[in-house]
């Protein structure tokens, strides 16, 4: 008897064992994608006439040229403000920006460089599950981390490159052709050099333009994927174009400090470089 119960009590321990050993082994279930924190506007895919369609523009906003965008993409209805980027910083243990006391929360983020904006849309991606857009230099990934220079194959969270981003700005296919980002007056649709008051402002202020889209003109600049080349649109494809290189990054929308803010003005500054004239929004190809 007593070896039939030893026998039983061996079978029962192995039993557990086998038990323990296989939710041991049995792989942990993963987390659902966070939900997102950035309101996103659709962008329908077209063909536009990119640079100085008014005859005023600089030499870099020369020659006026037609572009296609052959892919829907979905833009930031608002600048990055600082309450979504101290919480980045927060979850990654970086150092907050500062804000000139001029305030946080939804006011826009700024002194942030390029590659701290392409930081904050990996980190965007992974909270989404979605594969990340940036390798650790810049350069564009797949959807299986292979580096390339197409957007529309990018799946993660980006940085508008300077084709969509001023597309976006003219209003898409539903474009009344403004000057400005959502109309002809300054002063309804951008925070600049007469209403400011040498600061920026909360996000969402002012009107949008005909996608919904705010603060194109005005505010801070805007970071873009691409690497400026002031002769650009001497060579530009009329697909897709987008400049993916080593270099100085695109800056586009203009700001608080100015009293130039038509869609078409383009600047740069190193990848490196930070200054309360600095914002940014997101993109994602829609897929």
């Known amino acids: 008897m007593k070896k039939v119960t ?3 009590i061996s079978i029962v321990s192995i039993a557990i064992l086998v038990t323990v ?4 082994l049995k792989p ?3 987390s659902p994608p966070a939900e997102s924190i950035v309101d996103m506007v659709l962008v329908e895919n077209g063909s536009f006439t990119m640079g100085d369609t008014w005859g005023n523009g600089k030499d870099d906003e020369k020659p006026a040229h037609e572009v296609t965008i052959s892919y829907d993409f979905e833009m930031g209805n608002y600048e990055i403000a600082f309450a979504q980027y101290d919480l980045f910083c927060k979850e990654t243990e970086r150092t907050l920006p500062g804000d000139e006391n001029w305030g946080r929360d939804k006011r826009l983020v700024i002194n942030i460089t390029w590659m701290d904006a392409i930081a904050f849309c990996n980190r965007l991606s992974e909270r989404e599950k979605l594969s990340k857009a940036y390798d650790d230099n810049g350069y564009f990934l797949d959807k299986n981390g292979k580096m390339m220079a197409d957007p529309s194959k990018v799946v993660g969270y980006r940085l508008p490159n300077e084709a969509e981003w001023e597309y976006a700005a003219r209003g898409g296919s539903k474009s009344e052709g403004c000057l400005y980002s959502g109309g002809n007056e300054a002063d309804l649709i951008a925070w600049f050099a007469d209403n400011s008051g040498d600061m920026t402002h909360e996000v969402g202020k002012k009107d949008p333009n005909e996608l919904g889209l705010h603060d194109m003109s005005g505010n801070v600049f805007e970071w873009c994927s691409d690497v400026y080349d002031a002769f650009f649109y001497l060579r ?3 697909k897709d174009p987008f400049n993916q290189a080593l270099g100085n990054k695109v800056l586009r929308g203009r700001g608080w400090w100015d009293g130039v803010l038509r869609v078409t003005l383009r600047s740069y500054s190193s990848q490196e ?12 190809t829609k897929t």
């Open 6 to 8: 030893s026998i039983l």
């Open 21 to 24: 050993l296989l939710l041991a």
């Open 28 to 30: 942990a279930k993963e």
């Open 236 to 238: 530009s494809p009329e």
């Open 273 to 284: 470089s930070k200054s309360n004239l600095f914002g940014f929004r997101v993109c994602r």
